[in-house]
């Protein structure tokens, strides 16, 4: 599989666009955050709008 056509998914922290990785194949559906990081961050969402 070709990283491009990899699925993708928007961070709600810090609003940035992260890609499937291999970690994730079992639990795809439940990520939300692209990061460790971000996840710790969770109530400081960005606003989209």
């Known amino acids: 599989m070709k990283k491009q056509h ?3 998914k928007i961070c ?3 609003g940035l666009p ?3 990785r291999k ?3 079992k639990n795809w ?3 939300k955050y692209c990061s ?3 996840r ?3 109530n400081k969402t960005v606003n989209t709008t």
């Open 29 to 31: 559906e439940s990520v």
């Open 23 to 25: 970690k994730w194949e």
């Open 12 to 14: 709600p922290v810090c």
């Open 36 to 38: 460790e990081r971000c």
């Open 40 to 42: 710790r961050n969770k």
């Open 6 to 8: 990899l699925p993708t």
């Open 18 to 20: 992260f890609t499937w």
